[in-house]
């Protein structure tokens, strides 16, 4: 009997038990269900911290016109890309930089366009591709027109696939080089034909270098000398012996060429006003602190012809100068720091090569030559 008693207390315990182990259970998922949830959050949020909002923060703004970080990135890589498709390189360390600039002056040149009564029509972007794709000479050889264009469609297309980009992108992109263009060679009527320019020497030494002992046996050399040739020849073997320039322009013997006002902005006040043969005081190399420069003309004319390459290079600062004025008449926005350089790079390093260092300042003057 007493056996039946406890059973039957028993059974009355574990059902009065029932409901309190039920909420406990309820209790106890319900807060599993909500750690769950909130380490879910703040995985997303961290997700959107991290990849979402970065590419959505504004960078650029023109008159309202609005870009962001994504935009920006997706630029550089196609400029990177492309570079890569056509068979050439791409810097990104300045690429970036650059990116930025373009972006800001292109849409300034867009809004410009048409009180300055300059369009592009989609036959002229038609065409700039066409020129672009188009097979070279030797590999045209022998096929007819028809092979030709059905080939630059074919490239054009494997192009779009392999830079992933949309053709209407890609035509927006082709629309606004071409407006470019289009502006710097209105703007640059302004260059003349003819200008003065100074025939430039320079020799590159390190800091450590012996320049007192280059300067003596620069100043031995041109000593009595007055002819212009001569002037030449005492530089060329003074920059053969002391300059550490790369090997093609120690092998030229410093020689730069015949430059105009506008061409080396940033050491035209160092070397333009010397007398032919004087030698400069030393100049720091502004992209590299641990070089100098010593620069020599051995010639000046007031009024010679400028070669096709200088006088597009006029043009192009004739361009930029123009942009930079027009700039006040815009509600311009741009930021651009080390934290958004160092973003943007890291975007680019799945897909990019290893940049090529710096390019020299005076590269391009030079390699037209």
């Known amino acids: 009997v007493s056996s039946g008693r406890s059973l039957r207390v028993d ?20 807060l599993l269900g909500i750690s769950f949830l909130l380490v879910i959050s703040i995985f997303i949020a961290g997700y959107i911290v991290v990849f979402v909002m970065p590419h959505r923060e504004l960078v650029v703004k023109v008159d309202g016109v609005e870009y962001t970080r994504g935009d920006l990135v997706e ?107 289009k502006f710097r060679q209105q703007v640059g009527e302004s260059v003349p034909f003819v200008a003065e320019q100074v025939h430039l020497f ?47 322009k120690v092998r030229l013997g410093g020689d730069m060429g015949w430059i105009a006002k506008g061409v080396i902005p940033d050491y035209e006040r160092d070397f333009f006003l010397l007398q032919p043969g004087e030698l400069s005081e030393p100049v720091k190399n502004k992209d590299n602190l641990t070089q100098t420069f010593f620069f020599m003309i051995s010639e000046r004319q007031p009024a010679k012809e400028l070669s096709s390459e200088v006088r597009n290079e006029l043009k192009s600062k004739a361009l930029q100068d123009w942009v930079n004025d027009e700039r006040s008449n815009h509600d311009v926005y741009a930021i651009f720091n080390s934290e958004i350089y160092d973003w943007i790079f890291q975007q680019l390093r799945l897909s990019s090569r290893a940049p090529t260092p710096t390019p020299d300042p005076f590269e391009a003057i030079l390699n037209s030559r």
Request: net charge negative; no cysteine.
């Open 11 to 30: 059974k009355r315990r574990v059902a009065m038990q029932q409901p309190v182990l039920r909420r406990r259970q309820k209790l106890t998922i319900g």
């Open 75 to 181: 630029l550089v890589r196609i400029k990177q890309k492309s570079s890569e498709f056509l068979g050439g390189t791409f810097d990104a360390s300045s690429g970036i930089f650059e990116s930025l600039q373009l972006v800001v002056e292109n849409e300034v040149l867009m809004q410009m366009g048409p009180s300055q009564g300059i369009f592009v029509s989609d036959e002229e972007i038609d065409g700039q591709i066409a020129v672009i794709m188009r097979p070279e000479k030797q590999m045209a050889l022998g096929k007819s027109e028809e092979q030709i264009v059905r080939e630059t469609s074919e490239r054009y297309l494997n192009y779009l696939n392999t830079i992933q980009i949309d053709e209407s992108t890609h035509r927006s992109l082709v629309r606004k080089a071409i407006l470019r263009e």
């Open 202 to 248: 320079r020799i590159v030494m390190p800091q450590t270098g012996e320049m007192d002992i280059m300067q003596v046996k620069y100043e031995d050399a041109v000593r009595d000398i007055t002819d212009s040739n001569q002037f030449q020849l005492a530089y060329i073997e003074i920059a053969r012996e002391f300059s550490v320039d790369i090997p093609e």
